[in-house]
Nanobody, 122 residues
């Protein structure tokens, strides 16, 4: 599975962005998908994940109620809708795919995209 993330950019605090991750490969619909982020000087952290069917979603406490993950298996694409953005959301956002049906653990993700930068100004 190859992943291409897009949709990052500069936004003011309180604004919104939608990230997209396009996947290639016939196994996309069987993969759990996740979004992770890495701020300067910090470790990569979990943001959100969705099961292969889309029936289950998981969120980090820091984004719960503000971010929404979704997927369209017909389009081989996963999305991250980010609302009420805060300066502390500034990071490079990575999409990832796991051969498992569902997981939130970074080390259980097998394929990674190149990342897209999100900058939230105060």
């Amino acid at each position: 599975v190859q992943l291409q993330a897009s949709g990052g950019g500069l936004v003011q605090a309180g604004g919104s962005l939608r990230l997209s991750c396009a996947a290639s490969g016939r196994t996309f619909s069987k993969c759990a998908m996740g979004w992770f982020r890495q701020a300067p000087g910090k470790e990569r952290e979990f943001v959100a994940a969705i099961s292969w069917s889309g029936g289950s979603t998981y969120y980090a406490d820091s984004v719960k109620g503000r971010f929404t993950i979704s997927r369209d298996n017909a389009k081989n694409t996963v999305y991250l809708q980010m609302n009420s953005l805060k300066p502390e959301d500034t990071a490079v956002y990575y999409c990832a795919a796991s051969n498992l049906a569902r997981t939130v653990r970074l080390y259980e993700y097998d394929y990674w995209g190149q990342g897209t930068l999100v900058t939230v100004s105060s």
